[in-house]
């Protein structure tokens, strides 16, 4: 019992940790005064006026919604494909591959930036937008394994040898039988990695030059000054991110629902 009770208080103060800094930073951003400051002085959106009005933000959001979209898609392709082969020819190999492509998540942040920068320079890709997206699509990568692995297991074999024991190319059956049926767990990997693409900050800010994202913009301008438009963009990644992991919860939910009425 009092085991139980600690850990429930210990959960509620974690909680509370968490949400702390949200609760703080949104309330700031409608603030009316001119700078930093909570509780915030009266109401306003000039902070939010700013930001949209302001070339540079935009221009940052622009560069982060590209290559989010791109790393996104490139990471989904790729990754789905792997998925499929590391699920449906398990073995050594299998593993391996499995291991080496988890290895972004595993490996720290900056040893990880580190290599991908002496990588990249050996291939003119500093500074280039084909650079960013391709390095934040490998970021992005072990996300869209993780599910599509287990979507892929969750698929019953036998209906891709079906539809090849019938004449259907493997593009066929990859495309007309096996993606419909994968459609809602591409979507959350997708969502998956647009955000962690969008929210990349320290592989961006070693090979990104001129291409400036949102991530890499908040950095360097709290690190030169304190401007208050940092809290209604940091406001509105928030709210993009709660609304992406309600929009995952709900399309995964509704999948499951549908399993298991069709079991039923």
Known sequence: ????????????????????????????????????????????????????????????????????????????????????????????????????????????????????????????????????????????????????????ASVDPRIEQAAASLGARRATVLTRVLLPTLAPHLAVSWLFAFIVSFDEVVISSFIAGANTTVPVKMFTTLRNQIDPTITAISTLLIVATVLGGVVAAAVLRRRLLTVVGAGS
């Open 1 to 152: 019992m009092i085991g139980r009770i600690a850990l429930a208080v210990w959960s509620v103060i974690v909680l509370i940790w968490l949400i702390a800094p949200v609760a703080i930073v949104v309330p700031m951003s409608f603030s009316g005064g001119r700078g930093v400051s909570f509780p915030p002085e009266g109401f306003s959106l000039q902070w939010y006026e700013r930001l949209f009005t302001d070339e540079s933000w935009m221009q940052a959001l622009q560069t982060s919604a590209v290559v989010a979209l791109f790393a996104s898609l490139l990471a989904v392709v790729s990754g789905s494909l792997l998925a499929h082969s590391v699920a449906r020819r398990p073995g050594r190999f299998s593993r391996m591959l499995r291991g080496i492509s988890m290895g972004p998540m595993v490996v720290p942040t900056i040893v990880l930036s580190v290599a991908i920068y002496l990588f990249w320079a050996k291939l003119d890709l500093i500074g280039t937008l084909p650079g960013l997206i391709l390095a934040h699509a490998t970021v992005a990568l072990p996300f869209v394994l993780m599910i599509m692995v287990n979507a892929v």
